[in-house]
C-alpha cells in the first residue's frame, strides 16, 4: 500500500521490485497526483489499483477490497513536488498565486480563509503550534493589520508582509515566510490529526515480516511517527510499578533501524527538497501473528 502515491515515483519503484506478481494499491487526496500517476503506473496494468482517499482510510480501503494483511505500507508525508511546483496550488511563495494550499481541492477550506477570517490571537496559535515559529504573535498581529485594509489573497502578498514584519537574518537557512507557509498549509489539511491513530491501526494489518516505512519532513511529524511505532515494538501487560518486564509479552513491530534514515549527500545533490527528510521503518513480528 502507497498511502501518498503523489506522482507514482515510489509506487513505480515498488511495482518493478515486486515483478512479476506484485500487486499495489495506491491512494492520494489530491486528484491531480492520481491522475500523473495514473499515467505514470499504466504500463504495469492490473497489478494497480489508485484511490482517491486520504491515507488515513487505509483500514477501511483494505476493509473494502477484503483484504486482511499486506505487506508492505509506505507513506510519503506532506507536500510532494507536484503541488509545489504548481504556483495555482499556493503551497510556495517563489512565485506567485492564490493563496490556497488544498492538498484535495474538494475541500472547502484554503489558506485565505484562514489568514483573513481567523482572530489573531488564533492565527498565532496555528503559527506556534505548526510551525513553530518563535515570533508568531508579531506576524499575526501584522496580517490582522494588513487584512482591514484589503484580504490578502496572494502567496507573494503574504510572503512580502512576513519579510517586511521579521526582516530575513544575515546567514538564515530558510526564507523568513518558511514556517509561517508550513503551519497554514498543515492546518488547512489537518495534517497531523489522525497521523498516530492511523500507525495504530495499520501495523496489525501487516503479515508477518512485512513492514511499514514513513517519510516524514518537520519534526512535528516525525515525533508522532517515531513515538507512536516505538510504542507498537512494546506490548508489555506488567503493572506499571514493576521495574522489569516479567510477562514477556513480545511486541508488535520491531525497529529496522535503530535511528532515522537521512538523506546522503548524493541525494541532496539530487534532491535538494529531501534535506529535511527522515524516514522511519519498523517490520512486524512472526511472533505478533
Known amino acids: 500500500m502507497d498511502g501518498t502515491v503523489g506522482a507514482g515515483g515510489h509506487a ?9 506478481g506484485g500487486r499495489l494499491l495506491g491512494c492520494d487526496r489530491d486528484q491531480a ?11 504495469f496494468g492490473e497489478r494497480v489499483l ?15 477490497l477484503g483484504l486482511d494483511a499486506v505487506s508492505g505500507i509506505l507513506l510519503d508525508l506532506g507536500v510532494s513536488s507536484l503541488q509545489l511546483d504548481d504556483p495555482e496550488r499556493g503551497f510556495s511563495f517563489r512565485e506567485d498565486g492564490p493563496l490556497d494550499m488544498r492538498m484535495d481541492r474538494t475541500q472547502a477550506a484554503t489558506a485565505a480563509a484562514l489568514v483573513n477570517s481567523l482572530p489573531a490571537d488564533r492565527l498565532a496559535s496555528i503559527l506556534q503550534r505548526f510551525g513553530e515559529e518563535p515570533r508568531a504573535r508579531r506576524i499575526a498581529g501584522a496580517i490582522a493589520r494588513a487584512r482591514a485594509a484589503a484580504p490578502i489573497t496572494g502567496t507573494r502578498a503574504l510572503a512580502d508582509l512576513v519579510s517586511e514584519t521579521i526582516p530575513e537574518r544575515r546567514g538564515a537557512r530558510i526564507h523568513p515566510a518558511t514556517r509561517v507557509f508550513q503551519a497554514l498549509r498543515i492546518a488547512v489539511n489537518a495534517e497531523l490529526d489522525g497521523l498516530d491513530r492511523l500507525l495504530e491501526e495499520a501495523a496489525p494489518r501487516l503479515l508477518p515480516g512485512g513492514r511499514i516505512a514513513v517519510i516524514a519532513f518537520h519534526s512535528l511529524e516525525d515525533r508522532i511517527v517515531k513515538n507512536t511505532l516505538r510504542g507498537l515494538t512494546r506490548r508489555c501487560l506488567c503493572p506499571r510499578d514493576l521495574p522489569v518486564c516479567a510477562c514477556g509479552r513480545p511486541g508488535l513491530l520491531r525497529a529496522v533501524k535503530s535511528k532515522a534514515v537521512r538523506p546522503s549527500a548524493a541525494e541532496l545533490e539530487d534532491n535538494p ?14 511472533s505478533a501473528a
Do not use: K
Open 12 to 20: 513505480e519503484a515498488i511495482l518493478q521490485a515486486t515483478a512479476p
Open 33 to 43: 497526483a492520481l491522475a500523473v500517476a495514473g499515467r505514470r503506473l499504466a504500463p
Open 50 to 64: 489508485l484511490r482517491h482517499a486520504d491515507y488515513r482510510q487505509l483500514p477501511d480501503l483494505l476493509d473494502e
Open 273 to 286: 527538497r529531501s534535506r529535511s527528510a527522515r524516514l522511519r521503518a519498523y517490520e512486524r513480528l512472526e
